[in-house]
């Protein structure tokens, strides 16, 4: 599907990356004509298919709810728990390397940016086993230190099973997002991954 008006299309910027015929993208940035110097950064679990040229429903829900919110951003930075291109959140797969540079992207846009919106989720119709082989909590939990460290604000929607910020695709336009305790959500990722190992 094609961006709507408000985003500035032809100046989108992209960090992606192809690897064995797999492709893997850091950052997906997209200003907004509205005259803002504040950046968002969201992050969700995978990319699906948005890139510079087309934008897909989550993005596009996403980046809508701004809108209608009246958030004014004059920049909606998109980046991933994993940097893999993957429609189909039960076939996510670990890839070290490119799990490690876009943990480093991530680093480098927390602290770039003013707000930090968390929406991965739980990937569906995945059991404990294949979550425990993604690193899943581990993942997360490295995402939600850095978010810590940078001392900023952080908003989700809700989390769900109180481990997963609840993904941001689904949410209705009238939902009012609440900040988050990441302290909380930390403590209780450490838990679940230390059930995990004793398992």
Known sequence: MNYPAFVDSGNIKIETETVDEISFRYELSLPILNGSEKTALVIMMNPAEADNVRSDSTIDRVIRYFEKNEMAFGRVVIGNLYPIYEQNSANLQQHKEQLSKNLKHLEKLIKAIDHIYLGWGKPEKTNTEKLISLEYHETALKVIDLAI??????????????????????????ERMVECDLLGLKRKLEIKIELSNKS
């Open 149 to 174: 460290d940078s001392g900023k604000t952080c908003c989700v929607r809700g989390i769900r099973d109180e481990l997963y910020p609840m993904h941001l695709g689904r949410m209705g336009y009238k």
